[in-house]
């Protein structure tokens, strides 16, 4: 397996645009999850998904940030409008739930909003 | 709600010492695991060690070992032999077993190994 991937690996945008994220989590994982990785605060959970449903979202800033899973092999975290401070780098992350195996990271993207 | 702390933030040794990393956290629940990642300046998560709260013995992976001090709710991690590869962030993480793998992150630790 490739592991998670996401894209894109760096993402530079204009404040007020729409930017989105995408994530492939590990074929035959069930559990997906957002992080937010700032210099200020460190790592953060935005969202995370079980079977393709939203459990807990109270991590997600503002209304701006929205997050999806359309099917178990796809997921995406948009912002819009951005702004300068959503400069950060968000990570997806998947396991299988309950199997207390480890989180596998993707590789992050790098979003610039200036 | 669980919080984990490092209050080292930035680190530095020399090549083949050895290097304590510290970190610690707040719970009221008794089954759960702690990490330790690593994160290159690659920017990958990579996971160095876990330790299970249930398991009295510490955690090793060769040259990485940790002291988990469950009362003290304490759990640092030794690197032996540093180098230079080993210079990274280092995150404390906390998970509650049950359910979804949520962790919890301390602010990290960024050691540099010196040559």
């Known amino acids: 397996d490739a592991g998670v991937i996401q894209s894109p690996r760096h993402e530079v945008t204009e404040m007020g645009q729409e930017v989105t994220l995408r994530c492939k989590p590990i074929?035959?994982?069930?559990?997906l999850f957002w992080y937010r990785q700032t210099m200020m605060r460190g790592l953060e959970l935005l969202i995370y998904f079980n079977n393709n449903v939203p459990i807990d979202d109270s991590g997600m800033p503002e209304d701006r940030f929205s997050a999806k899973m359309p099917n178990a092999s796809f997921s995406t975290l948009k912002i819009q409008p951005s702004e300068p401070r959503d400069s950060a780098v968000y990570f997806c992350?998947?396991?299988?739930?309950?199997?207390?195996?480890?989180?596998?990271f993707g590789s992050g993207t790098q979003l610039s909003v200036l | 709600a669980q919080t984990v702390t490092q209050s080292q933030p930035e680190m530095s040794v020399q090549e083949a010492e050895t290097v304590t990393l510290s970190c610690t956290y707040d719970?009221?629940?008794?089954?759960?695991?702690l990490f330790w990642y690593k994160q290159p300046p690659s920017r990958q998560m990579i996971l160095v060690i876990r330790q299970e709260a249930y398991k009295q013995q510490n955690a090793t992976e060769n040259r990485f070992s940790v002291n988990f001090q469950k009362a003290a709710k304490s759990f640092s991690l030794k690197i032996s032999d540093s180098q230079l590869g080993d210079t990274a962030m280092y995150f404390c993480?906390?998970?509650?077993?049950?359910?979804?793998?949520?962790?919890?992150f301390g602010q990290g630790t960024r050691l540099t190994i010196n040559p």
């Open positions: 992350a998947s396991s299988l739930w309950g199997s207390n195996e480890k989180l596998f």
């Open positions: 074929s035959g994982h069930n559990s």
């Open positions: 719970t009221s629940e008794n089954n759960y695991y």
């Open positions: 993480a906390f998970m509650i077993i049950q359910g979804a793998q949520k962790l919890v």
